[in-house]
C-alpha cells in the first residue's frame, strides 16, 4: 500500500480505477527545494519518461490496470473505457492564453444512481428558501455586487468571472478551481447559473434587513459559513483543494496524513490534556480561551500553543504539521472570527474534540451531534467546562475514545472529496432553477478553464492545484439529494442538541458545585 502510495501520489478518489495517467502528475512541487539539482534533473527525466508513457497510454485506457485485485469490481458489467483528460499546460502554451474548446460535455455514467446523500445535504433546501416564492432577479444580483468579491457564471459548460475586489490570500483562485473540478468530474450536468462570491471571513447579509416587504430584495451570496441571522449560502471553502500560503494541502492529501499521523500515537498513550494550537489575536473569544492555558496559579487541564504563522513560514513547515498534532486525547475547536477551516483536522485526529460552542456553521457542521461527534463547551465558563471535559474523558476513556472516533468517521466518510462535490453540484443546481432569467455572459467576465488558472502558477500553489485536479468524468451519477427537513424536524433536532448541551452543563455545574463544597 504504501509503494502503491509512492507510485501514485495523484491519489484517486472517484471510484475503482486507478488511471494510468496518473503518472504525470507525480507532483514535482513535493519535492520543493528538498532535492538537489542532481536529484532534481534525475527526477525530471523520470517524469518526462513518464510523461511519454503517459502519451502513448491517453487519452483512453482500457479497463484498469489493477483490475485483477478482485476487492474493486462489484458489478460484472464493463466498466466504460475511461476517458482522460489531462492538462498539458505546454500544449496551453502553444495554444496562447486562450482556453481550449474541447471540453467534454457528455455525461455517460456506467452505473446509475442507487446511494441517497448524507443528511447534511437537506440544509440546502433550507439556505435557499429566502428565494423559494421570489426566484432569483437580476436585480437581486446587481443589489449583491457590493457585497461580492466575484460573479461567476457557467453557460453551456464554460465558466465566466467578472472579478470585483481582491480576496485575502487565494482563496478565490482555489475556490473557483473546485468549480471547475466539479464541470470535469461531471460534465454536462451543472447547469447554466449566475452567482455571486464573498470568500472572507464575516458573514454579509443579514437576514434582519429583509424581512416584511423587503424579502424580495435579499442578494443571493455565496460564501463559506452562514448564522442563524445570516441568508449567506454556504458553499465549501477553499482548503478543499489546499491552502498554498500555509502548506495544507487539499483535503484528500490531507486526510490521508492525517489518518497516518494519528497512528503514530495511541488515544492511550496521548497527553491527557485539551490541545489547541493557533493565532490567537483573531478573535475575542480566542484571546479568552488563553485565559485557561497552564500557569504557575492552576491546571485546568489544558494546553494552548501560539502559531505565530509567520515564523511557521520562516520555518519552512517544518515544526507545525497539522498530521504531527494527534498527540493529545482531547483537541479545542474554537472559532476565529466566524467558522474555522481547522474543524474538519481537529476532528480527523481520532481524539475526543472539545467543542466551543459556534455560532456559525459550514456546510457539513450543522448535521453533528453533541455527544456522539464531539463534546460541547460554554462560551463563557470554557475553562471550568474544559477541565471538566478532560477529567470526564480521563475516567471514562472508553466513551472519550468512542466520540473521537465517531467524529473522525463522521469527517472520513460523509466528508468525502466525492461529497464535496456531490454538495457543490445540488446547491448549484438547486439554486439555478430559482433563477427567472436566463444567464448570460456579462461583458465584462473572462472565460477561466484549467489552464488558465493552473499553468501560471507557481510553488505550492501549482502543486496543489495539480494535485486536486480532476482527471476524469466520474463513472456514476451524484448521489440523491434527500428532500427539505420539515420545520417540525429541524426544531426537534435543534431542541435535541440544546438538551444534550444542557445536560452537559448540568454535569459540569453539579462537578463544580461539589469541589466548590469541599474547598471550603
Ligand atoms: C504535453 O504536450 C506536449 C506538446 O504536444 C507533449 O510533447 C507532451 O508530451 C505533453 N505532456 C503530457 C504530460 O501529456
Ligand atoms: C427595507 O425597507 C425599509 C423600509 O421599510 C428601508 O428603510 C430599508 O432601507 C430597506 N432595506 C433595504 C436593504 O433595502
Ligand atoms: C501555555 O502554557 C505552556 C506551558 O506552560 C507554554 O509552553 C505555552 O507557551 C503557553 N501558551 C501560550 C499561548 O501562552
Ligand atoms: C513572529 O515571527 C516573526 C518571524 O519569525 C517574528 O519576527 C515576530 O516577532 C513574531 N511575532 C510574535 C508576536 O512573536
Ligand atoms: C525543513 O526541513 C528540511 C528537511 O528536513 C530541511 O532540509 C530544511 O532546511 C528545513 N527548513 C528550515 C527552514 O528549517
Ligand atoms: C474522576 O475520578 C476521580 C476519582 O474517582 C473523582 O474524584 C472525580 O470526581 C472524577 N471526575 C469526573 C469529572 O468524573
Ligand atoms: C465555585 O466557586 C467559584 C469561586 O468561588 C465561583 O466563581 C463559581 O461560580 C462556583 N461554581 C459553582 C458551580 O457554583
Known amino acids: 500500500m504504501g509503494e502503491h502510495a509512492k507510485i501514485f501520489p495523484g491519489f484517486w478518489p472517484y471510484g475503482d480505477q486507478v488511471i494510468l495517467g496518473c503518472i504525470h502528475n507525480v507532483g514535482l512541487g513535493r519535492f520543493k527545494g528538498l532535492v538537489s539539482t542532481t536529484a532534481f534533473l534525475f527526477l525530471f527525466s523520470f517524469v518526462l519518461i513518464a510523461a511519454l508513457f503517459n502519451w502513448m497510454q491517453v487519452p483512453i485506457i482500457q479497463g484498469s490496470p489493477l483490475a485483477h485485485m478482485s476487492f474493486t469490481s462489484r458489478s460484472n458489467k464493463m466498466p466504460h473505457e475511461r476517458v482522460e483528460f489531462p492538462l498539458n499546460c505546454s500544449i496551453a502554451a502553444l495554444q496562447g492564453k486562450k482556453c481550449p474548446n474541447k471540453y467534454p460535455s457528455v455525461f455517460e455514467p456506467d452505473e446509475s444512481s442507487t446511494e441517497t446523500c448524507p443528511d447534511y445535504f437537506r440544509w440546502i433546501h433550507q439556505d435557499l428558501q429566502q428565494w423559494k416564492t421570489s426566484g432569483i432577479t437580476e436585480d437581486m444580483i446587481e443589489r449583491g ?206 481524539s475526543m474534540t472539545l467543542m466551543i460552542k459556534p455560532r456559525y456553521f459550514d456546510f457539513f457542521s450543522r448535521s453533528m451531534v453533541p455527544m456522539q461527534h464531539y463534546w460541547p463547551i460554554r462560551r463563557q465558563d470554557k475553562c471550568r467546562d474544559l477541565k471538566f471535559a478532560v477529567e470526564w474523558g480521563n475516567n471514562h476513556t472508553q466513551q472519550a475514545q468512542d466520540i473521537g472516533k465517531a467524529g473522525s468517521k463522521f469527517i472520513e466518510e460523509i466528508l468525502t472529496m466525492r461529497n464535496v462535490y456531490n454538495y457543490m453540484f445540488h446547491l448549484l443546481n438547486e439554486y439555478s432553477k430559482l433563477l427567472k432569467y436566463k444567464p448570460m455572459v456579462p461583458s465584462k467576465a473572462r ?74
Open 145 to 350: 455586487k457590493a457585497s461580492a468579491h466575484f460573479r461567476l457564471v457557467i453557460v453551456g459548460g464554460n465558466v465566466y468571472v467578472e472579478k470585483y475586489t481582491r480576496p485575502y490570500q487565494t482563496r478565490d483562485v482555489f475556490t473557483k478551481w473546485g468549480i471547475l473540478q466539479l464541470l470535469r468530474l461531471y460534465p454536462g450536468k451543472v447547469p447554466d447559473l449566475d452567482l455571486l462570491f464573498y470568500s472572507g471571513d464575516e458573514t454579509k447579509i443579514m437576514r434582519s434587513d429583509y424581512q416584511g416587504p423587503n424579502s424580495t430584495l435579499a442578494p443571493p451570496l455565496f460564501h463559506y459559513c452562514g448564522s442563524e441571522e445570516t441568508l449567506d449560502i454556504v458553499f465549501p471553502d477553499w482548503t478543499f483543494w489546499g491552502w498554498a500560503e500555509v502548506n495544507i494541502m487539499p483535503w484528500e492529501d490531507m486526510l490521508r496524513a492525517i489518518k497516518k499521523g494519528r497512528k503514530r500515537t495511541k488515544w492511550e498513550q496521548r497527553e491527557p490534556y485539551a490541545f489547541w494550537k493557533g493565532n490567537p489575536h483573531v478573535a475575542k473569544n480566542r484571546l479568552d480561551l488563553m485565559k485557561c492555558n497552564l500557569s504557575d496559579q492552576y491546571d485546568w487541564n489544558v494546553r494552548l500553543y501560539y502559531k505565530n504563522w509567520s515564523k511557521v513560514v520562516d520555518e519552512g513547515f517544518n515544526y507545525s504539521k497539522l498530521e504531527d498534532q494527534c498527540t493529545y486525547r482531547y483537541k479545542i475547536y474554537i472559532e476565529g472570527s466566524t467558522w474555522s477551516v481547522s474543524k474538519k483536522y481537529i476532528l480527523a485526529c481520532d
Open 447 to 520: 472565460r477561466i478553464c484549467v489552464e488558465s488558472t493552473a499553468c501560471k502558477q507557481k510553488g505550492v500553489w501549482k502543486e496543489f492545484l495539480f494535485q486536486s485536479l480532476v482527471k476524469s468524468p466520474s463513472h456514476k451519477p451524484p448521489c440523491e439529494l434527500p428532500p427539505p427537513y420539515e420545520p417540525q424536524a429541524i426544531q426537534a433536532s435543534m431542541d435535541k442538541i440544546d438538551n444534550v448541551d444542557k445536560q452537559v452543563e448540568n454535569w459540569g455545574n453539579v462537578y463544580w458545585n461539589k469541589l466548590n463544597e469541599t474547598n471550603q
